[in-house]
């Protein structure tokens, strides 16, 4: 099968699973429920659970094993997504080309939303009931509910956040950009790939020390992509120099180091991680396919 193929299956897996996550709990709060459901279900890349599923995969273990926490992966980047449009935070109407959670529903309903996807999350890692064909041990699934918190929480992606929000018209060294990022969605991206490694329970000691290095460049090519296709379509929509301009407003890998330079850094961390994984072989393939992704993405 062609490594395309595989991953427009995974990404499949994840979707139908996601379909099914909120749906078929019962139904306390309607509305609470359609809120979640239409942020979870409407069209993400879902980047996080691929990754999870293709490095599982490339350790030879079972796709069930590492359904939960794909599933888990996506409630936190979901969760963390909702909260990032509220006006209280960076006040956008729309994400994904839909209104955002708060302006479909409100923002109370928003706001708690995102709480229960977050509660959602570790649900699914720690119940032995949504998914019979995952047989991790206890000890894996505990370690797993340990790095997902760490990654999401106070010294991971809700301090980034955080940081994000207090340096709004400073500017930022290179190294304190580089944390920030570290923070806000590098250790998202790189329990992706742990959680992934986890399941496939039978990671040895330097396998997990290469994909810790994978995961750190491709996490870091992530954002400095992000920061280029803002900027782009800042200066598509806006023309040339205004778009330079907003963007120069923020703390951006373009903005510090100019924008050839910043791609060439994109590719650079890019060649890095493919270099990581090749001592891996053809069972890595998948998740070079995703790194290429990751730099090649227009969206
Ligand atoms: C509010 C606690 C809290 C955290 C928010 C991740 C984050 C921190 C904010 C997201 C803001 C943002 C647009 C960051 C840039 C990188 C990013 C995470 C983009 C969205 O991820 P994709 O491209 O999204 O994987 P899709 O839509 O494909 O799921």
Same mark, same amino acid.
């Given at each position: ?174 190294? @304190? #950009? ?9 250790? &998202?991206?790189? $329990?992706?790939?742990? !959680?992934?490694? *986890? /399941? ?67 590719? @650079? #961390? ?9 001592? &891996?072989?053809? $069972?890595?393939?998948? !998740?070079?396919? *995703? /790194? ?8």
């Amino acid at each position: 099968m062609s490594q395309q193929k595989q991953l427009v299956e995974l990404q499949q897996r994840a979707n139908h699973l996601l379909d099914n996550l909120v749906s078929s709990r019962p139904n306390t709060a309607p509305y609470l429920k359609k809120a979640i459901n239409y942020s979870l279900t409407q069209g993400g890349k879902r980047l996080r659970p691929l990754l999870t599923y293709a490095t599982c995969a490339g350790l030879n273990g079972s796709l069930e094993n590492a359904d939960p926490a794909a599933m888990a992966i996506e409630c936190i980047h979901t969760y963390s997504l909702i909260h990032d449009d509220l006006p209280a935070m960076d006040d956008d109407a729309l994400r994904r080309g839909q209104p955002t959670c708060h302006i479909a529903f409100d923002e109370a309903t928003a706001i708690l939303a995102g709480d229960a996807l977050q509660a959602l999350a570790f649900e699914a890692l720690s119940t032995n009931d949504w998914y019979p064909d995952c047989v991790l041990p206890p000890s894996t699934k505990l370690k797993q509910i340990q790095i997902l918190a760490q990654a999401s929480g106070m010294n991971g992606m809700v301090a980034g956040q955080s940081i994000d929000l207090s340096s709004v018209g400073k500017q930022l060294s290179l190294e @304190q #950009l580089e944390n920030m990022h570290h923070c806000k969605t590098g250790a &998202l991206i790189k $329990a992706s790939i742990q !959680l992934g490694a *986890l /399941a496939s329970n039978q990671v040895e000691e330097s396998a997990w020390q290469q994909l810790g290095r994978f995961a750190d460049a491709v996490g870091l090519a992530f954002q400095i992509q992000d920061d280029i296709l803002d900027i782009e379509s800042d200066t598509e929509t806006l023309g040339k120099t205004q778009g330079a301009d907003i963007a120069n407003d923020k703390p951006t890998y373009p903005a510090i180091m100019g924008l050839s330079q910043a791609k060439q850094k994109a590719q @650079q #961390l890019t060649d890095e991680a493919l270099a990581i994984l090749a001592p &891996l072989g053809q $069972a890595a393939a998948p !998740l070079k396919q *995703l /790194a290429l992704l990751i730099i090649q993405r227009n969206h």
